[in-house]
């Protein structure tokens, strides 16, 4: 059998989300299929050269091994090791720099800009949301007044300064390379991850393919979330491409056998 590094941090501590169990599950399957062994990234190197294909998971947020992660990427570029997912996303894999760059050409994504004194595109509200642009699992997320916003020194560049958007719901779309395998939303907006099977509209799935598809990843899992405005709009949150939760947990016995089809399919597929 083909073998698979399956990089992961069985220790990370993540509000609202079991990491270690939803990698237990899947490399419990997954072993039926390939010679696999779980590996954390800090200690991938020794082993990276015997895998056939380095499956990138549930590594936490690259804030806590930010020097361990550049160095991988590196080494993957340089001496061109098989990953899914590949490195050459264009959404959270390099930051949330797109999230500027995609507001201001006009996608629907949350209204974001960089620095304090841009903050007029983002127009009138009673309050901002602030984060790193390299952070996750709301590391750094604040919550502030227009006031307190401007008492702030955030011209650096280094912040996302976003209204506080006053949505219904958050809804997440997965992808297993191109091809969307469910969609999952949670009703109550203050439980972000107490989640429910959502079924997507046509105009939904447009929505999450046009991001999919402006990404332009050779192949990987991606989650698109997004929450639905009061005028029933979506507006893109992220785009997760390095190493999105994927909540397999908590689907239905039938869509979580679908989504390990083909994920084993995508990696069969990559070696």
Known sequence: MKKILYLTDLCYQAKGREYFREDLYITGVLKDHFDIAICHIKNAEAYEDQADLIVFRNT????????????????????????????DGKADMRGKQYLVDLSAEGFPVTPT?????????????????????????????????????????????????????????????YYVNDRMVYAMYAPDKGKRWALRKYEPTPLDKAFADSFVRWNTIRRGIQRVDACRTHDGKLLLVELEDLNPFLSVLDLDEETRAEFMEEFIAALRGSM
């Open 60 to 87: 936490g947020s690259v804030i806590g091994y930010r020097d361990t992660y550049d160095c991988f990427v590196r080494r993957v570029h340089e001496k061109g090791l098989n990953t899914y997912n590949t490195f």
């Open 113 to 173: 800009v960089d620095r304090i004194e841009n903050i007029a595109r983002l127009g009138e509200c009673a309050r901002y949301v602030i984060k790193p642009k390299d952070g996750a699992d709301s590391i750094g997320l604040e919550f502030l007044t227009k006031e307190e916003l401007l008492s702030r020194n955030l011209s650096s560049g280094e912040m996302l300064i976003q209204p506080a958007v006053d949505f219904l719901y958050e809804v997440s779309f």
